[in-house]
């Protein structure tokens, strides 16, 4: 089992920016991929953000590319999210979760382990 907590939500104004954290505990060793996704009311679950575990492969949501920047510090077991230029459109609940597949995929159901998510709201 691989236990997952974000951090760093909050209220921000458009044009803000806000850092992400989701720290990694439990069978870390099965950890390969890590990726965050979103979801705001009433809309389907979305991939945001996806690193390999060589921290150079990373995959965007056209949405928020040239805006987020994922990373990883694996001595850590932690990925980040920095959010800058954001939008009201970035309001939902973000969640991290991690893959144990080399490649990075888009699709929720490749990932097997989500944390409880970290609510972000950028207001107009």
């Known amino acids: 089992q691989v236990q997952l907590v974000e951090s760093g939500g909050g209220l921000v104004q458009a044009g803000g920016s806000l850092r992400l954290s989701c720290a990694a505990s439990?069978?870390?060793?099965?950890?390969?991929?890590m990726g965050w996704f979103r979801q705001a009311p009433g809309k389907e679950r979305e991939f945001v953000a996806g690193?390999?575990?060589?921290?150079?492969?990373?995959v965007y949501a056209d949405s928020v590319k040239g805006r987020f920047t994922i990373s990883r510090d694996n001595a850590k077991n932690t990925v980040y999210l920095q959010m800058n230029s954001l939008k009201p459109e970035d309001t939902a609940m973000y969640y991290c979760?991690?893959?144990?597949?080399?490649?990075?995929?888009?699709?929720?159901?490749?990932?097997?382990?989500w944390g409880q998510g970290t609510q972000v709201t950028v207001s107009s």
């Open positions: 979760a991690t893959s144990s597949r080399s490649w990075i995929a888009q699709e929720g159901h490749e990932y097997a382990y």
């Open positions: 439990g069978r870390t060793l099965s950890i390969n991929t």
């Open positions: 690193i390999a575990w060589s921290r150079v492969l990373t």
